[in-house]
């Protein structure tokens, strides 16, 4: 078992930063990737970004050059920075985990609304 809890949502207004973060406990030898995925009001969730053990990065297209993931494996913790913020990635946040068993993973989300 992996358990995720998310920090750092908020409201910001449009083109400003915050920064999101996930730590996980548990089982955490066995996390393989780990990423962040959101889910608008009335909308399906989608991966916002992911990234493995060797630090492979993959980013949807609607926030590359403005949102940026990162992983410290010491900690145990997965990170996104996001600059540029548009009223569009206003949604709930959720942290993920994939374990090499190909469990996974989600953190209780946490608010992230940008006014314009």
């Known amino acids: 078992q992996v358990q995720l809890v998310e920090s750092g949502g908020g409201l910001v207004q449009a083109g400003g930063s915050l920064r999101l973060s996930c730590a996980a406990s548990g089982s955490i030898l066995s996390i393989n990737a780990m990423g962040w995925h959101r889910q608008a009001p009335g909308k399906q969730r989608e991966l916002v970004a992911r990234?493995?053990?060797?630090?492979?990065?993959k980013t949807a297209d609607s926030v590359k050059g403005r949102f940026t993931i990162s992983r410290d494996n010491a900690k145990n913790t997965v990170s996104l920075q996001m600059n540029s913020l548009k009223p569009e990635d206003t949604a709930v946040y959720y942290c993920?985990?994939?374990?090499?068993?190909?469990?996974?993973?989600w953190g209780q989300g946490t608010q992230v609304t940008v006014s314009s």
């Open positions: 993920n985990a994939n374990t090499i068993a190909g469990g996974d993973y």
């Open positions: 990234i493995g053990t060797s630090g492979t990065i």
